[in-house]
Structures are given as structure tokens and as C-alpha cells.
């Protein structure tokens, strides 16, 4: 099974959205190209750039570094 954020996929949205990376969500436009995370048909998480995906998969890994090494992350 393949992680969330590492399937990502250039789609053009069908319908106005959200960046779900960016603090107050930059909206992507219907037939705007945008990055999507889709696992078994369903969207799972969608990005406005490959910047906002780099973010995103950068928090990822340092979550799961912090949750597998709790100590010294701090």
C-alpha cells in the first residue's frame, strides 16, 4: 500500500477547491491543473503546485521521524 502524498497526479479539477496545503487554502479553479492524491477512486488530498506537494510530503516524513523517534526530535 503506498503512502498518502506519494501518488500524487497532475489533474485538471472538475470543480472549484482548495489547496489543502496552504494556511487559508488558495483556490484552485474548475479547469484549473492542480496535484491530487487518489487512492481507490477517492481524492484523498489535493495540492494548487509541486511546491505545496514538497511541503507536504516534507511535513509527512518529519511526523513520522517524530512519532519513530520521539526523543530525539527534540
Wanted: net charge positive; hydrophobic share 35%; charged share 30%.
Amino acid at each position: 500500500m503506498a503512502l498518502i502524498g506519494s501518488d500524487f497526479v497532475r489533474q485538471i479539477s472538475d470543480r472549484p477547491r482548495r489547496c489543502s496545503q496552504l494556511m487559508f487554502g488558495k483556490r484552485i479553479k474548475k479547469g484549473d491543473v492542480c496535484l491530487m492524491s487518489i487512492r481507490n477512486g477517492k481524492i484523498m488530498k489535493v495540492v494548487c503546485s509541486e511546491d505545496c506537494r514538497q511541503d507536504f510530503d516534507a511535513e509527512f516524513w518529519e511526523g513520522a521521524a517524530q512519532r519513530n523517534h520521539p526523543l530525539e526530535a527534540q
